[in-house]
Antibody, heavy 119, light 108 residues
Framework: QVQLQESGPGLVKPSETLSLTCAVSGYSITSDYYWGWTRQPPGKGLQWIGS???????DYNPSLKGRVTMSIDTSKNQFSLRLTSVTAADTAVYRC????????????WGQGILVTVSS | EIVLTQSPGTLSLSPGERATLSCRAS???????LAWYQQKPGQAPRLLIYGASNRATGIPDRFSGSGSGTDFTLTISRLEPEDFAVFYCQQYGSSPDTFGQGTKVEIK
């Protein structure tokens, strides 16, 4: 069974960098899928942040204006998200997910981690 | 980017009734590139439908998807108590992936 689990700080100060990791179990991260991140502000809808392939190929949402970087560690079967210069508007539940290679539906999701941006 | 507009915002129905949810795209989306998700409070979204009409693994056949071009529909033939939730459509054919704003199906 594919399982994803996010980890990282739940509180980040404004202007600092949000860093999260998604550990994947039950499936090799080097297989033919992309691995992605979404976020959901409290009480609001879903936003796609971006995705990464095990080769390091990435695709980011341009609305995040160059603040996003994703990386992948195949030896640990995990991938990571960095979001710089955060503001209160970045407060959200962040979830990682498995994204199809040719068809990008998200079929396995982590439970999510609430990250609050506040001083 | 492709904007997805879902309607209605809220649907108030009773168990056993039929639910029809709409997702309209700002430009044409290939049927291969449209998915639907269900999200319950405090939970991650669950994939229901991919490729506009294909049920994901383990999804009951009371859930069905249809549509093409700019208009897509999710139908729940007979609502069960566990079906009440928020539903999102997603297009993944044009980067960036985008989601609709959601339709809440609530118990009347």
């Amino acid at each position: 069974q594919v399982q994803l689990q996010e980890s990282g700080p739940g509180l980040v100060k404004p202007s600092e960098t949000l860093s999260l990791t998604c550990a994947v179990s039950g499936y090799s991260i080097t297989s033919d899928y992309y691995w992605g991140w979404t976020r959901q502000p409290p009480g609001k809808g879903l936003q796609w942040i971006g995705s990464i392939y095990h080769t390091g190929n990435t695709d980011y949402n341009p609305s995040l204006k160059g603040r996003v970087t994703m990386s992948i560690d195949t030896s640990k079967n995990q991938f990571s998200l960095r979001l710089t210069s955060v503001t209160a508007a970045d407060t959200a539940v962040y979830r990682c997910a498995r994204r199809g290679f040719n068809y990008g539906y998200l079929d396995y999701w982590g439970q999510g981690i609430l990250v609050t941006v506040s001083s | 980017e492709i904007v997805l507009t879902q309607s209605p915002g809220t649907l108030s129905l009773s168990p056993g009734e039929r639910a029809t949810l709409s997702c309209r795209a700002s430009q044409s989306v290939s049927s291969w590139h449209l998915a639907w998700y269900q999200q319950k409070p405090g939970q991650a979204p669950r994939l229901l439908i991919y490729g506009a009409s294909n049920r994901a693994t383990g999804i009951p056949d009371r859930f069905s998807g249809s549509g093409s071009g700019t208009d897509f529909t999710l139908t729940i033939s007979r609502l069960e108590p566990e079906d009440f939730a928020v539903f999102y459509c997603q297009q993944y054919g044009s980067s960036p992936d985008t989601f609709g704003q959601g339709t809440k199906v609530e118990i009347k």
